[in-house]
Every structure is written in C-alpha cells, then in structure tokens.
C-alpha cells in the first residue's frame, strides 16, 4: 500500500508524492493537488484520492494521521 509524503511549492505546483513502502527513497509518483475531484475514507488508516487519471488508495500511519491527509486534501 503506498504511503505518502508531500512536497509544498507554488500553490499551483503543490503536489503530494507517494512511495510503495515507507523506507523507499525514492517516490513511486506524484499526484497534482490541483487536480484532485475528491477525497473518500476507505478503512481505518486507508483514503481514496480521486483524480481524473485514476485513483489512488493510500496508507497513513494510521487513524488520526488519515483524518489530517482527508481533512487537508478536501
């Protein structure tokens, strides 16, 4: 499951980035803020971002840290 981190820029060039594992040193992706439609709990640490290209289900490290990400990226 692809835990996340994120990077802060330009307001127009905030992304957040993703890694497969948590010890990974390099992110799998990334994922344009801007671009977000909607953000969905899915489980107990897991959210759902969805994006016009796909959607990605990702990881926090657990409930609390899944409100913050949710509460953030709405």
Known sequence: MPHVGRRIGR??????????????????GWLFLGDVEAVRDAGPALFVVEHPSRSYVLHASDAVGKKTWVEGLQ
């Open 11 to 28: 307001a127009r060039d905030v992304a957040l980035c993703y890694y497969r594992r948590e010890a990974d040193a390099e992110p799998r």
